[in-house]
């Protein structure tokens, strides 16, 4: 092989080249030049490093079939392949305008095209709606802190390199597309690549919020974005908070379009829709009664204050007074607020 085609780098001294010193950052410099500094070189702690050459050991060494469909990965249990090396990269991945669909209002999931991809890390899930939630990326101790509470950092950063390699090994596969960024140690995901559910529906709130007219459409655009309870069924830490900021949006707009319906009865079922979403809102009970005042179904009133009293109560929450006090009122007087 000609000599201008290949590099050789060799630890330790060499009297027959250049020799470098690089230091615990990556830093490069030549002790014959003093004061000029080299490139910089990647570097891993021993843990990253160990868990990195893990994955590589890993990796499938079989080419992809010879004509394989852009369909390949579903749902349905079958081993997802690893990143394909460069000799043999996926035939779908040169194919234009392929954009990956990440739903986290409801079950977490991703897929290409419409087609369901197969996450094999309950971590990767647990990253991804959490960079989903944080458009503008997390970094290492954020991510570890949401992940693996409680644990030390220093023994779960290789877990969390880990993970992302190989979630981005699974995607890359399906599809060619780089989905995760990771930039002086920030990760985020790419919105060119990919489109998420929870940004189209906070795109949908800032409009209804700035919306001068057309304004019950832009409310109903919200109520139709919301799918499901961000992360629906999953029990992580971090998600409380982000849910019910997410919840409280869609019941806003559940609210702001019955005070601005005529029909008493349309403003009922909007009421009615809003408190499936969040079953214990106080709010959304005293505007429902005196709707039902309104109507004069007292008998509701009555049903829908013994439903709440006994829904937080099973749930070990105070019902307050709030609720009693006008069922109580609106069940004796008849005569809304």
């Known amino acids: 092989m000609p000599a201008t085609t ?13 020799t470098w010193q690089v230091d615990a950052t990556g830093h490069t410099h030549d002790p014959g030049r003093p004061g000029w500094a080299g490139p910089r070189l990647c570097v891993l702690d021993p843990v990253a490093a160990t868990d990195l050459l893990t994955v590589i050991a890993h990796i499938d060494p079989q080419p992809p079939p010879p ?23 996926p035939r779908w991945a040169d194919i234009p305008g392929r954009r990956l669909q990440l739903r986290v209002l409801g079950e977490p999931a991703l897929a290409v095209d419409g087609e369901p991809l197969t996450i094999r890390r309950t971590a990767a899930m647990q990253a991804l709606v959490f960079l989903a939630a944080h458009p503008d990326g997390a970094d290492t101790r954020q991510l570890v802190n949401a992940i693996w509470p409680g644990l030390p950092r220093h023994s779960l ?24 960024d990771h930039t002086d140690d920030r990760y985020r995901l790419n919105p060119d690549h990919l489109d998420v559910d929870l940004w189209r529906f906070h795109t949908a709130v800032q409009h209804a919020a700035t919306a001068i007219t057309n304004t019950t459409i832009a409310w109903q655009a919200v109520i139709d974005a919301y799918t499901g ?11 409380d908070p982000i849910r019910e900021a997410t919840r409280r949006h869609v019941i806003d707009a559940h609210a702001a379009l019955a005070a601005a319906a005529t029909d008493p009865h349309h403003a009922l079922a909007l009421l009615q829709q809003g408190i499936r979403v969040d079953p214990y809102n106080t709010e959304l009970h005293v505007r429902t009664m005196n709707i039902l005042a309104a ?19 099973e749930a070990g929450l105070d019902p307050g007074e709030e609720v009693h006090h006008t069922a109580t009122r609106l069940g004796r007087t008849g005569v809304p607020t």
């Open 157 to 180: 950063t290789g877990r969390l390199y880990t993970t992302l390699s190989d979630l981005r090994g699974t995607i890359r596969a399906a599809c060619g597309l780089a989905v995760v």
């Open 67 to 89: 004509d394989p469909s852009p369909h390949t990965v579903r749902l349905s249990g079958r081993r997802v392949p690893r990143q394909a090396t460069r000799q043999h990269p």
């Open 229 to 239: 309870d961000l992360a629906a069924g999953r029990t992580w830490p971090w998600l």
């Open 6 to 18: 290949a590099t050789v780098v060799a630890l330790g001294a060499w009297p027959g080249g250049v």
């Open 295 to 313: 109507l004069g179904d007292h008998n509701a009133i009555a049903e829908l204050h013994d439903t709440y009293t006994r829904r937080l109560t």
